[in-house]
């Protein structure tokens, strides 16, 4: 089984400041990592994943995240945030189910708020 | 482009009235996905499909139908069964262990 907790239902920053959105996971294998992003009435866009290899991973618009397997973590950062950052950001684990498929488990999301 | 189509963008329905939404794919992707998004819930998996003629039950499949006679195509229906459908419909498709995702439909009962 595994299980993905998004800590904070939603983030306020102010224009300018560090974005940290945390996510733990548990799974029994070895997981995929991913972070997703969601503005208001669209689909879930990719923002950036971890597979195997380098433990720090960069997306798109700036963001970045890092896996840490001793703390079952891999919390999304960004330097600087911006207003166009604001939107919902999902964490997700997948792992291999057998027969080339995956069991892909959404976190619950964390909404992002941007204060200029 | 390659991408998932959802159709329609925004669907409303009548008590007791089924409706399906469409997706299509044209990524070549095996595996498919209907999820539902209610606010604060997170995405809560529907149904999903890894291969043609074969699907199964995701964890709130009660109320729900699907097909899957092609490839590119995973339609939903909601049926009378479901008392509360009204929310928001995420399709995706996926190859390599990570999901894309159509634009989705919300669904309103009138």
């Known amino acids: 089984a595994q299980s993905v907790t998004q800590l904070g239902s939603h983030v306020s920053v102010s224009e300018g400041a560090l974005v940290l959105l945390r996510c733990n996971y548990s799974?029994?294998?070895?997981?995929?990592l991913f972070w997703y992003v969601q503005y208001p009435n669209q689909g879930l866009q990719l923002l950036l994943k971890?597979?195997?290899?380098?433990?720090l991973v960069k997306g798109i618009n700036g963001f970045e995240a890092e896996f840490k397997k001793s703390e079952t973590s891999f919390h999304l950062t960004k330097p600087s945030a911006h207003m166009s950052d604001a939107a919902e950001y999902f964490c997700?684990?997948?792992?291999?189910?057998?027969?080339?498929?995956?069991?892909?488990?959404f976190g619950k999301g964390t909404k992002l708020s941007v204060i200029p | 482009d390659g991408g998932i189509t959802q159709s329609p963008k925004y669907l409303f329905r009548k008590e007791g009235q089924n409706v399906t939404l469409s997706c299509e794919q044209n990524?070549?992707?095996?595996?498919m996905y209907w999820y539902r998004q209610d606010p604060g819930q997170g995405l809560r998996l529907i149904y999903y499909?890894?291969?043609?003629?074969?699907?199964q039950k995701g964890d709130i499949a009660e109320g729900y139908s699907v097909s899957r006679e092609k490839k590119e195509s995973f339609p939903l229906t909601v049926t009378s069964a479901q008392k509360n459908p009204t929310a928001f419909y995420l399709c995706?498709?996926?190859?390599?262990?990570?999901?894309?995702f159509g634009q989705g439909t919300r669904l309103t009962v009138v």
């Open positions: 799974s029994s294998v070895p997981p995929y």
């Open positions: 997700a684990v997948t792992r291999p189910s057998g027969a080339g498929s995956y069991q892909l488990t």
């Open positions: 995706a498709s996926s190859k390599t262990g990570y999901a894309f």
């Open positions: 990524l070549n992707h095996d595996a």
């Open positions: 971890y597979t195997t290899g380098a433990t």
């Open positions: 499909s890894q291969i043609v003629n074969d699907f």
